[in-house]
């Protein structure tokens, strides 16, 4: 039963620490997602990558955010320093192609819970 | 500028009856649509999709409805069951000018009554 899997599920941290969280694509898939979930905004989409290079990290606030993939296995999501409107669940999501209309498909983890003091 | 909106914040329905999840959009670029359920503590897992080149897509008990005119689709569930109750989302790609990026409505909260 492949899945994504996300660590930590859930962090508690003070504000100015640095956070990192983990995730493990489903093997075989070529493209991975990052989102964060917040009661006003919704799920919105962070950055993704295909083939490890990065394609769009337009939504991520880019002086504490950080996203990459040191080897198909794992992608991480870095914020320094962490502030309060950072607690949000921030999920991951490895994509792959079905079926034949040539569109991605893509299956989300189950989230990393953060609070920021 | 909310591209995806799901107007119902929550829908409540008897065991055995159809229910429907609305969903609109702005963007003509969106090509590709999705619907995700999603249960509390856990991601969203993917339930259906359909291309802009058909009108309608079935899968068991679930169908989607795409209206390009109307810039609306709808998720059809016939018959509902309480395993069903969960938060939909629908989603929607435009890959001409957004490749796999997803734009996420606020989602709907399905309730299945016994």
């Known amino acids: 039963d492949a899945r994504v899997t996300q660590t930590p599920r859930h962090k508690v941290t003070e504000m100015g620490q640095e956070v990192t969280m983990r995730c493990q694509p489903i093997?075989?898939?070529?493209?991975v997602f990052w989102y964060r979930q917040t009661m006003m905004q919704g799920l919105e989409l962070l950055a993704y990558?295909?083939?490890?290079?990065?394609?769009?990290d337009s939504g991520m606030p880019k002086d504490r955010f950080s996203a990459e993939m040191p080897d198909a296995t794992l992608a991480t999501l870095k914020i320094q320093p962490s502030e309060p409107r950072d607690s949000a669940v921030y999920f991951c999501?490895?994509?792959?192609?079905?079926?034949?209309?040539?569109?991605?498909?893509?299956?989300f983890g189950p989230g990393t819970r953060l609070l920021v003091l | 500028d909310q591209q995806v909106k799901q107007n119902s914040p929550s829908l409540s329905v008897q065991e055995g009856r159809i229910s429907i999840l609305n969903c609109d959009y702005t963007?003509?670029?969106?090509?590709?649509f999705l619907w995700y359920k999603k249960y509390p503590a856990e991601g969203p897992t993917f339930l259906i999709s359909?291309?802009?080149?058909?009108d309608k897509n079935e899968d068991g008990r679930f169908t989607v409805f795409l209206n390009k005119s109307a810039k609306h689709l709808s998720l059809h569930i016939v018959p509902s069951q309480p395993g069903d109750s969960a938060v939909y989302f629908c989603?929607?790609?435009?890959?001409?000018?957004?490749?796999?990026?997803?734009?996420f409505g606020e989602g709907t909260q399905l309730t299945v009554n016994p």
């Open positions: 999501a490895s994509g792959l192609v079905l079926g034949g209309e040539g569109r991605e498909t893509q299956y």
């Open positions: 963007n003509s670029m969106f090509d590709y």
């Open positions: 359909i291309s802009s080149i058909k």
């Open positions: 989603a929607a790609s435009a890959r001409a000018t957004s490749g796999s990026r997803l734009t």
């Open positions: 990558f295909r083939n490890r290079a990065p394609l769009d």
């Open positions: 093997l075989g898939h070529n493209t």
